[in-house]
């Protein structure tokens, strides 16, 4: 019998430390490994041997080509395939693949985002292997092809992916915690490296129905569509039994993931009708990003395979909730040791507070970056909408240690004696996990008893953005608590009391950033405004956070991106945008012209037609019947003259910059697209089941 464990099949289609070992000689697999964990450059003479060894690894998993697999700055993945098949000089065919090969391929890819960083004439594109994040092989029913994770560079070396600037700024935050910990008296620690677990929600929606509306086709979300009867109001979908369709998909995608080494913790029925939730154990932050964007593919994959459709976006449906990515984080050390856990003597946690206090510090310099990290089309839709994270960064602690901040800010310098042993509720520490029970759910960030967690990242975002962000904030917080405990070391002061000093000057620096009130509300806003916190609700707006110079001066003094990258970043988002709402006013457009108008009109014949036929004191008798076909026609006029408006404003972006562009389809396009959605929805109601041209929202939210 098949053994039907998740176990036993896990990591199969990846060429992790296992495979490597049983398939490398000795003294390859060990230099591999020290590249790995050290980023030392890999000889060509190892590169070859690897090569062949991860050939006819994929080959036995029925692997034809092999492809560099990298993040371009779409928030998706790229990949070119070449086959391993090749002639000899005889024309014999073989299978092959060398070190080079392996090493770097030239996809060229020159119509990649680059924000100007290459031209096309002058510009390669080049893939370079990142061996810190395992080669797999991605099976279909026909062969497979075998998948090299790779950074995506110029030819001059600049970064035009997302996992160039992550892997800096996990470089970043390691040399800083690295030296943080060396000040505590952690010697043997070799290395530390971020931990990430994403937990992925989307909505799943039957196919046959997906594929008759162009707007989810399109744009991957609804532009029109009337309030079903019942939608969340019950809230009986969260936690429900999981329908039986759908876990039927789960399974299949957990099967799959298991196999590509990606262990789902957890599946459940998200708060709207059809929303639900993966959270994956968590791992390195690069291979969580990787695994992200490789568990998004196999979702949506398989998903057809139950004739269902994969959404991903922020916002499918108005009137529901939203989908984010909720991104946990924390730091991990060569022993194993999570560097927020709060557990341990009271000069681990000391420790544990100056790690903290230090995301703190960065958090209250540089939260519009984070902000800036999640603002994208779809998030726009999402953000600030009552069951979202608003869109002001602030961080949520909890009770317990705003107790202990409080009486560190309290009680310092004074009452504290020279070997740091007051009791500072320090003990009492490991209880913060009991806060987790009734933790704030309103807040955009959270320590939730051993991690922070950021709730602003969308469902189809790269996770390579905004943990990018979050890195450079903590590693910059790091550098500046590092710096204040070595001064007063110099003085002569002992480690924890330096610390403890450090711990509180990010406890007040940080202040305008703590809030555990209810961030949903009026108040809040109003009140971060008076705290002078970056507060922007569009997307243009959020991006321009990137162009502050202070930010620019973190990422650059932190070697992440260049002042140059920087602008290039920037400018690519922006039309991503800005493409993003033309393609959704032309698709709303063209549903009005070629659908809603054409069934409005027949409905309008047959109202009058029948009208006409009545008898007159019939007629005379029902004046809500004449209203009715009023109405309808006031509708139809109105919808012809918005779609004319839209037409216009799509041909006027033509002749505007990236930013009027921006601003253009913000302000005008967004409230002529809110005009357009209503009408269309009010015409909805009027319309009957026999012309309405698309799947309205109770049948798209049912899943049968
Ligand atoms: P909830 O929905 O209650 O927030 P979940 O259990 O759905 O929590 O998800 C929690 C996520 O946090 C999981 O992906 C988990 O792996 C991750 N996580 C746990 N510990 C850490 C850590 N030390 N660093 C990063 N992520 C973590
Ligand atoms: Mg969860």
């Not at 700024?169 to 490296?193: C, H």
């Not at 509180?504 to 940080?510: D, H, K, V």
Request: with cysteine; net charge negative; glycine share 8%.
């Amino acid at each position: 019998m098949t053994d039907l464990r998740p176990s036993s099949t896990f990591g199969e289609l990846v060429f992790n430390r296992k495979a490597m070992r049983e398939r490398l000689p000795k003294d390859v697999f060990a230099q591999l490994m020290a590249a790995v964990d050290t980023g030392e450059k890999i000889d060509a003479g190892v590169a070859d041997i690897v090569a062949s060894a991860m050939k006819e690894w994929a080959l036995s998993k029925g692997a034809t080509h092999y492809t560099h697999w990298f993040h371009p700055r779409t928030e998706k993945t790229a990949e070119k395939h070449m086959a391993f098949l090749s002639l000899d000089m005889e024309g014999t065919p073989l299978e092959s693949f060398t070190g080079s090969e392996l090493i770097q391929s030239e996809p060229d890819a020159s119509s990649l985002p680059s924000g100007g960083m290459r031209s096309t004439f002058e510009a390669r594109g080049y893939t370079a292997w990142d061996p810190s994040s395992p080669a797999f092989v991605v099976q279909t029913e026909k062969g497979g092809t075998l998948c090299i994770p790779s950074i995506f560079i110029s030819y001059d070396g600049t970064p035009l992916d997302l996992k160039t600037p992550l892997l800096k700024s996990l470089n970043a935050i390691e040399s800083r915690a690295l030296r943080l910990l060396r000040l505590f008296g952690n010697r043997g620690v070799r290395w530390v490296k971020a931990t990430i677990g994403a937990e992925q929600e989307f909505f799943l929606v039957n196919e046959s129905k997906a594929r008759l509306r162009p707007d989810i086709i399109f744009c991957g979300h609804t532009l029109c569509g009337a309030q079903p009867p019942k939608g969340q109001q019950m809230e009986d979908h969260y936690f429900g039994t999981i329908h039986p369709k759908v876990l039927a998909y789960m399974e299949d995608v957990q099967r799959e993931l298991a196999r590509l080494g990606i262990a789902i913790k957890t599946r459940h029925n998200e708060v709207a009708p059809c929303q639900f939730e993966f959270a994956p154990e968590f791992s390195e932050a690069n291979l969580a990003n990787d695994q992200n964007q490789l568990m998004m593919a196999v979702m949506k994959r398989f998903a057809r395979r139950h004739d269902l459709r994969l959404l991903l976006h922020e916002k499918p449906f108005s009137g529901l909730n939203g989908s984010g990515k909720h991104t946990n984080f924390s730091l991990m050390d060569s022993e194993g040791r999570n560097l927020l856990s709060p557990s341990g003597p009271q000069k681990r946690s000391i420790q544990f507070l100056t790690f903290l206090g230090a995301f703190l510090l960065g958090l209250s310099r540089y939260g519009s970056l984070l902000r800036a990290s999640i603002a994208s089309p779809g998030n726009m839709y999402r953000l600030g909408g009552n069951e979202a994270p608003p869109a002001i960064m602030s961080v949520y602690l909890g009770e317990v240690l705003n107790r202990i901040l409080d009486r560190i800010e309290e009680g310092l310098p004074e009452s504290i004696p020279a070997k740091g042993s007051i009791d500072l509720g320090l003990n009492r520490l490991p209880e913060i996990k009991a806060d987790n029970t009734d933790r704030n759910r309103t807040a955009p960030i959270a320590f939730t008893g051993n991690k922070f967690e950021f709730r602003g990242t969308g469902a189809s975002q790269s996770l390579g953005g905004p943990v990018t962000m979050l890195m450079a904030a903590w590693a910059w917080g790091l550098e500046q608590m590092t710096g204040l405990i070595e001064n007063r070391l110099g003085d002569g002061v002992e480690v924890s009391e330096a610390a403890l000093e450090a711990i509180r000057f990010a406890a007040i620096e940080s202040r305008n950033v703590r809030f555990d009130g209810n961030c949903y509300s009026d108040e809040w806003a109003r009140e971060a405004v008076r705290r002078g916190l970056p507060v922007a609700y569009s997307t243009p707006e959020a991006l321009s956070y990137y162009l502050v110079p202070e930010n620019r001066e973190l990422l650059s003094g932190l070697k992440i991106m260049s002042d140059r990258e920087i602008t290039a970043f920037y400018e690519i988002q922006v039309e991503r945008y800005l493409k993003s709402r033309e393609i959704e006013l032309g698709v709303l457009e063209s549903m009005v012209r070629e659908g809603i108008l054409p069934a409005v009109t027949r409905q309008l014949e047959l109202d009058i037609k029948t009208y006409r036929g009545l008898t007159e004191t019939l007629s005379e008798e029902m004046p809500h019947f004449r209203e009715k076909i009023a109405t309808l026609a006031r509708i139809r006029e109105k919808l012809v003259s918005a779609c004319d408006r839209a037409q216009s404003l799509r041909a006027r972006l033509t002749s505007m910059s990236l930013e009027e562009g921006a601003e253009a389809v913000t302000s005008e396009g967004l409230a002529l697209m809110g005009e357009m959605r209503s009408l269309c929805d009010s015409a909805e109601s009027h319309v009957g089941n026999d012309f309405w041209p698309y799947p309205r929202y109770r049948e798209l939210l049912l899943i049968f």
